[in-house]
């Protein structure tokens, strides 16, 4: 009789979390999916939250940490259908300034051309990480960094420094700056984004250290700068399991790796 009642118990305390977690997307308008950036189940992950979205008919973007914000044109025209995959990957100069491999990605951004959905870049570039490296970060004022920065919290040092003791050679303060900087500019962009677009949800795709909490890395910032921005984090282990994205897309009409896709018209 126990066993029985707590099998029920554990029934119902699944069907709340599931049906909670299968009305999210009407709650936050920013959706954190993190990534190891290498891991495949991550991505597929990734993937499988972008295609519910899309089947519910939300409108939203998918910002990227993996192409910097100078480049933005260059995924317009890829998500118009005006340019190939192998022009989009070398105009946003993809192995250059981010060099994962590129399939790891790949289903991602041909299902958002297949479907319409803008893709963002959200990183800085890589000329002004240099000149923060070179110069301080307090001394980069640039369009792509909030003015004035938000600093490291105290928290936010105690992680990176616990990083630095497996790498010693790394001088701390160039680090910092580099880190801080890669959170503030994200951050800015996802707030343009929201300021620019408010009918519209943002599905972030970034590496776990920036946003690993609410309180922590792009999310915090983005609090900071935009109070009334509304947040989810979604990570993989935690939420794989679940109903909702055990959705068998298999046997749709189209797929990310259709090679006739009904956003570009012959």
């Known amino acids: ?77 890829y998500i118009a259908c005006r340019i190939e995959e192998e022009e989009m990957l070398k105009r946003t100069e993809y192995g250059k300034r981010w060099g994962f491999d590129e399939s790891l990605y790949r289903d991602i951004w041909r299902f958002a051309k297949e479907k319409g959905i803008r893709i963002v870049a959200i990183n800085i570039p890589t000329e002004l990480v240099h000149k923060i490296r070179a110069e301080g970060l307090e001394r980069s004022k640039d369009e792509h960094l909030p003015n004035p920065i938000i600093p490291l919290s105290e928290e936010e040092k105690r992680e990176l420094r616990g990083f630095l003791a497996s790498h010693p050679r790394v001088e701390e303060k160039r680090f910092f700056d580099v880190q801080n900087a890669w959170d503030n500019g994200m951050a800015l962009a996802i707030v343009r984004l929201l300021e620019k677009h408010p009918d519209y949800k943002v599905v972030v795709l970034v590496g776990r250290g ?10 915090r910032r983005l609090r ?10 979604i990570k993989r282990e935690e939420f794989q399991r679940d109903f909702l994205f055990s959705i068998d897309f298999s046997n749709e009409s189209s797929s990310a790796s259709s090679m006739k896709e009904p956003n570009c018209k012959p």
């Open 1 to 77: 009789m126990m066993l029985l009642l707590l099998v029920f118990i554990l029934l119902i305390s699944i069907t709340k979390a599931g049906e909670s977690l299968k009305n999210f997307p009407d709650k936050y308008r920013v959706i954190f999916l993190p990534e190891e950036h290498t891991s495949k189940e991550d991505h597929a992950f990734q993937l499988k939250v972008v295609k519910f979205l899309q089947s519910k008919g939300y409108k939203f973007f998918i910002a990227m940490e993996m192409f910097q914000q100078p480049f933005q044109s260059a995924l317009d025209d």
């Open 210 to 219: 920036h946003a690993n909490s609410l309180d922590r890395g792009i999310p």
């Open 224 to 233: 900071i700068l935009k109070p009334d921005a509304s947040m989810l984090i």
